[in-house]
């Protein structure tokens, strides 16, 4: 009589614990495909760290704390400008600006303007030439400096050659090649008190 018991019992719950078993087997499967086709369509939100290099889409303030006054100051950035990312805020950056003037601005802007993206790189009227050429016309033969590393302030385009100002005033055509779109970090900003 025991073993009838058992019997009919483990007949009657098999089917219970395959039924289940096929049913949340069937719920995995479809909530991976839901979970892959979520991810297929959703695009990668690019990584921004500190220490990357941006460039401004639009035209900004950049509010900074001035040591030297003990004061909070706002100034105009131009869309173009190349910034380097120094934190990341709630609503804002904490960036650097080029090197293109001394003391270098850093401070506060807008998320919205600034981008990461190559693209927009191309928009950008700032660089840094590391050991280029620097010519007096995009047409001259021979360089009037050689080895010329410095950041500098693109003025326009002609041909394959960039107008630059260069650190002290002068102005010089070097190759579009020869011109990285990053920045490198300052040893002093408004920021920061001057060294000694």
Known sequence: MKKRIIF????????????CSKKSANNGTNASSQETATNADATPNPVIKPGQTGVLIQNTNVTYFSLQDYKKH?????KGSLVLLLNKNKDSYHVQFAV?????????????????????????????????N??????????????????????????SFFKCC?????????KEDD??????????????????
């Not at 706002?74 to 131009?78: G, I, P, W």
């Not at 260069?166 to 070097?174: N, V």
């Not at 011109?179 to 000694?196: H, N």
């Open 8 to 19: 009919i019992t483990l007949i009657l719950i098999i089917p219970l614990l395959s039924g």
């Open 74 to 78: 706002t100034v105009k950035a131009e």
């Open 100 to 132: 293109t003037e001394l003391p270098v601005l850093a401070g506060n802007i807008d998320k919205e303007a600034v981008s990461f993206e190559e693209a927009d790189f191309k928009n950008a009227k700032d660089g840094l030439v590391k050991h280029a």
């Open 134 to 159: 620097v010519y007096k016309t995009p047409n001259s033969k021979k360089p009037y400096i050689s080895g010329y590393s410095s950041a500098v302030s693109v003025e326009g385009k002609e041909g």
């Open 166 to 174: 260069l650190p002290g005033g002068d102005y010089g055509y070097i």
């Open 179 to 196: 011109i990285e779109y990053t920045v490198e970090k300052a040893d002093w900003t408004v920021e920061m008190l001057p060294p000694e």
